[in-house]
């Protein structure tokens, strides 16, 4: 295979320690760090001069087709949200539509420089080729719900596992699938067992909502006599492969179970907030030593992608839960949303951070814009300054998706008129 080389030269690398210099990618893998300028020839050069150089962002928990739904039901609570608005209208849902929706959101993460994303939906082959058209990374589970009702939990079974069979470990290595049970409170004990049993089989990661909601706790308490996590424990469902979204009420005995079982968290700070479900304790979590990594939910509960928003609703959140501004500092928030979250999806050998050897999924920050002067410290900025449009160049597994904030994948404008014609038909039937 012939060589394909890119130099991002002269830029300010966030790598174990901040430093300026260039980095050289060869094909699909970074192959050098130097503080030399112009140390070589490459087939493609990037000018960073005034740039900041980070590792793509990493979306733990999303629903990328859902962004079809983009301010379909605002200002409600959960329950009302999905029984009244979201779930009548995904009774409608067909593959052309998610297909859609997940190639709008697809452009929305790389213009905001997300490269890797885990997604729960549904008509996840449509999605995949997405996913794949886009360019980006992702891990992508069709989300499971039996209500106790046998037939249905056989055919959510049969869903995955063509899902997986069909997607998993495709697009040069970019798709990957793992199983996706709802929540405690839409699947049955029998489903979430034989989804462990398979998972630990097959070796695939398990995605899956949690503790979301006080409303759901109580649920899940009045069914199975115990909180949601002390009854996942239970029926011996955790593991260090379930990647749990929210995790909002928690107990103490609680986050004892989630250390024990090295169990991954995405926090969701917009959803949760929008949606009034509470606050997570992450500070006290990540003091504990778990995994907390960073996630948009769906943009239907949010609004956006923009997991540079995220990052700092994250940050904010927690020092004015805890009234110590000290709390979760803007260097822990980027691992969160970068090394951690690539942890939790099991790739942080691969991606996460700016390292020789790792994958080339890099983002370039244009740091000469007025909300981003003077240039101080380039984590700070990233994280409490800078939002998505501050993105300049985005590279996923040594491609170049976007250049000087121009698509170099997709067309924007088609994908835009798609969206909006396949957002107008669906609503029309719901």
């Known amino acids: ?80 949200w999905l029984n009244d608005h979201i779930w009548p209208v995904e009774a409608n849902l067909t593959g052309e539509y998610c297909y859609a929706g997940a190639l709008l959101a697809c452009i929305e993460m790389i213009k905001s420089g997300t490269t890797a994303f885990n997604d729960m939906y549904f008509f996840m082959d449509d999605v995949a080729k997405a996913v794949d058209k886009s360019g980006l990374r992702g891990m992508l589970s069709h989300g499971m719900i039996d209500l106790g009702d046998e ?96 995790a909002v009420w928690l107990s103490d005995k609680e986050i004892e179970i989630i250390k024990e079982n090295d169990v ?76 951690d979250a690539a942890a939790a999806l099991g790739l942080e050998n691969e991606i996460g951070s700016i390292e020789v050897g790792k994958k080339a999924d890099l983002v370039l920050v244009d740091m000469k814009t007025p909300g981003l002067t003077p240039f101080r410290h380039p984590v700070s900025h990233v994280v409490y300054s800078a939002n998505g449009g501050d993105v300049d160049t985005v590279i996923c597994n040594g491609e170049i998706l976007m250049r000087n904030k121009v698509l170099e994948v997709l067309d924007e404008a088609e994908v835009i008129q798609l969206a909006e014609d396949a957002a107008e038909e669906l609503l029309s039937k719901s």
Do not use: W
């Open 1 to 80: 295979m012939e060589t394909k080389s890119i130099l991002i030269d002269n830029v300010t690398i966030l790598g174990d320690k901040i430093k300026k210099g260039s980095v050289i990618v060869e094909n699909d893998k970074i192959v050098e760090i130097t503080e030399k300028s112009g140390s070589c020839s490459a087939d493609e050069v990037i000018n960073g001069e005034k740039k900041v150089l980070m590792p793509g962002l990493v979306n733990t928990h999303t629903h990328l087709s859902m962004t079809l739904m983009r301010g379909l039901a605002d200002d409600l609570p959960l329950d009302t």
């Open 151 to 246: 037939e249905k939990r056989k055919a959510e079974f049969r869903e995955t596992m063509r899902i997986i069979e069909k997607c998993h470990d495709t697009a040069d290595g970019r798709i990957k699938v793992a199983f996706g049970p709802h929540a405690p409170y839409t699947c049955s004990t029998e489903l979430l067992k034989e989804v462990r049993e398979k998972s630990s089989k097959l070796g695939l990661k398990i995605h899956i909502h949690v503790a979301e909601t006080e409303f759901e706790v109580g649920q899940i308490k009045e069914s199975y006599g115990a909180r949601p996590f002390e009854y996942l424990d239970e029926i011996g469902f955790l593991a260090d492969d379930v990647i749990a979204a929210h």
């Open 264 to 339: 991954k968290l995405s926090h969701n700070p917009a959803s949760n907030m929008k949606l009034a479900s509470g606050i997570s304790p992450v500070s006290k979590l990540v003091e504990s030593g778990i995994n907390v990594s960073l996630g948009t939910d769906g943009a239907a509960s949010n609004n956006n992608l923009d997991m540079f928003e995220e990052m700092k609703l994250a940050a904010l959140l927690q020092k004015v839960h805890t009234g110590d501004s000290t709390v979760l500092p803007a260097e822990k928030v980027l691992e969160m949303a970068t090394i």
